[in-house]
């Protein structure tokens, strides 16, 4: 679709490959022009992939894919209310991040770049490694040097150069970004391209459930681009008058990882946290898209909760025990967010429909604290 890319927060105008606003250094925004969407009678009876949401996404010709999405909306009917777990792990490299990756690279590829670069904490460098291999593209991913030793064998693994900077994800994102501008290499990560890739876990989710949206929608967050990704998605859909109401969005954090949390019960802009959580791939101190997000749960009567790490590990061991679905620590994030509001005041659940999206599993399981 076409498109033009505004600055969040000045509102000036960039161009590709632009990551961030030349003015004032803010996160950049992909307007479309909804008015010349068209969705055709056959939309809805289309098979449920990403690719479906080609139209969604800032690409001009084809998407670069590996035939991600089309996941599980696996549906338990609880004594008092429905659950639905969107099981993200069924992704060709294990996580919810191979959504993103088909926009980062097909950009790079659209734009002529020969290669990529990255930071992670884990899951995206593995799936930009991945899909950078497979597009003939040279990949560099920037991790901390304290991050998951098994994800970054994964990286090695799939081809990339991995460099270990010493400090956490956002030291890390600054490397990538000086590497970026100073090697010629497209800029892949949590960005503007990469969120609109992201939304389609929604878009799915929504076709899943027959065009309904679920009364309650857990989503964890590092960087938030999740979360301001299925935002914007859901009003992309209401535009086009596919849904006629927006779920409540419940953003989870790890305890010891919790800037989104802290700002929004304060009413006061994110600070940086010293990340310490065993969920590493939620491990960011402080979210790119952690403003958005913000306003993500301003537009759906949401909240932020955090949850401790051995909240996490129950989770993910009932997620296993009940339904066996196998989750990596901050893949289980939004459901032990449910866990623990559910135990709290489960009444705010009653006859609900509830949504939780399970991230990814790219760590050996178990894995105990
Ligand atoms: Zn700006």
Known sequence: MDYELVCTSCGTKAADPEFRCRKCNSVLEVKYDYSMVRLDNGFRKQRIT?????????????????GEGGTTLKKIKLKDHILFLKLEAENPTGSFKDRGSTIDITKALE???GGVCCASTGNMG???????????????IFISSDANDEKKGKIRKAGATLCNVKGR????????????????????????????GQKSIIMEIVEQMEYRVPDHLFIQVGNATLLAATYKALLEFKMLRLI?????????????????VRAYEKGKPIGYVEPRTYADAIAVGYPTFGFEGITALDGTNGIAISVKDKEIEDARMELYDKYGIKSEPGGAVGYAGFLK??????????????AVIITGNNESWPKSL
């Open 50 to 66: 990403h690719k479906k949401y080609a139209k969604f996404f800032p690409v001009k010709g084809k998407l670069f894919d590996m």
């Open 111 to 113: 734009l002529g770049f």
């Open 244 to 260: 006629k109401k927006l779920p409540r969005i419940i953003a989870v954090q790890a305890a010891g990882c919790d800037p989104l």
């Open 169 to 196: 994800f956002n030291t890390a994102l600054l490397s990538a970004e000086k590497f970026a501008k100073e090697n010629d290499v497209f800029l892949c990560g949590d960005y503007h391209y990469r969120k609109e």
């Open 341 to 354: 509001l559910y135990g709290e005041e489960p009444s705010i659940f009653r006859d609900k429909k509830v």
């Open 126 to 140: 593995l799936s930009i490694a991945t899909y950078a291999r497979k597009a003939g593209l040279k990949c560099t």
